[in-house]
């Protein structure tokens, strides 16, 4: 990647900054004119606009940074001090002109992890009991959650990512090949605890959640065993408090585009338009949650019962659920082939 690859003019949309955020996978968009700073966007301001239920076609000039913060050139050796204090994850560098002339990202130059964020002790339950069907033969041989990303399995790296963040209380429900999981994880050198619930037949992703009742005493999260989130997930658990959420859904912006002309027709059956390979935009949702420990009271005991079916139950009663979106590229899932094979490159793993 460029630098230039990471600039637009203020005319672009936030729907084209998405994208270019996605593609360029830095969490940031340097907006110029003829290489001039004007402004900055990033993920969290991306966020924030959906959040508000913004148009994605307005133009990113509403969403914008206009004083952002930036170093000189001869100021290059300020600038890890500055990240810090800032808590910014890059800073652009400017020459007298005041165009860019270079980004520093606190992963890139600086090989300490930037945590600015709050340690979390909240419990996380990770769904492994399915057969991964979709994953067949290798499900035929591996439990889906033991199938390896590299030469890490995929539900180890879940967890891993947990851990940067301070959680150390894992719950893990189990069903197929469970005997498989248990073995590996018991023989692993780790610093944390897993405590497995098996379940005696398949309960779905939220019937399960009944056979932890006595041990979920405070907010907790949920995952599936075949995705992983980059994310924030203090930033996710705030956003959860401070809006009182009974659960939060963690979501993906996702682009499809319709590979024909779409006719749309008026009351008299002629056509009123003709929109050429139109584009939509969808948040969906990733399969990680956040939950309060009381609404394992309102699902079914020994019923198989889906997460989505709760969520739907309380959307009825009007009970406050929310969401928390995220960039596209933040999602990597495994649930099929084609997925596995995209994370596997995103990671840079073989």
Known sequence: MILQDLFIDEEFT??????????????????????????????????????????????????????????????????????????????????????????????????????????????????????????????????????????????????????????????????????????????????????????????????SLYLMKDKLQKTFFVSNCDILIDGNYSDMLKYHYDNKNKITLITSLKHYTIPYGVIKLNEASSVKEMIEKPEYAYLVNTGMYILEPECINDIPENTFYHITELINQYIEKNEKIGVYPINENDWLDMGQFKEMENMLEKLGVN
Request: aromatic share 8%.
């Open 14 to 207: 936030i729907s084209e900054a998405i994208k270019k955020l996605d593609i360029t996978a830095k969490k940031i968009l340097l907006v110029t004119e003829e290489s001039k700073l004007i402004g900055i966007i990033t993920d969290g301001d991306i966020r924030r606009w959906l959040l508000k239920n913004g148009d994605l076609n307005k133009t990113v000039r509403l969403i914008m940074n206009k004083s952002p913060i930036y170093i000189y050139d001869h100021e290059k050796a300020k600038a890890r001090d500055i990240l810090q204090r800032e808590m910014i994850e890059a800073i652009p560098v400017l020459n007298f002109n005041n165009d860019v002339i270079d980004i520093i990202f606190w992963n890139d130059r600086i090989k300490t992890k930037l945590n600015h964020y709050h340690i979390l002790n909240n419990p996380v339950v990770i769904m492994a009991g399915g057969k991964g069907t979709r994953l067949e033969p290798y499900t035929k041989i591996l439990p889906k959650p033991l199938i390896p990303i590299g030469d890490t399995p995929i539900v180890e790296r879940i967890i891993n990512r947990f851990v940067e963040y301070g959680c150390t209380n894992y719950y893990m429900t189990t069903n197929y090949k469970k005997n498989m999981i248990k073995a590996y994880f018991n023989d692993l050198d780790k610093n944390y605890t897993i405590d497995y619930i098996d379940e005696e037949k398949p309960l779905g992703t939220a019937g």
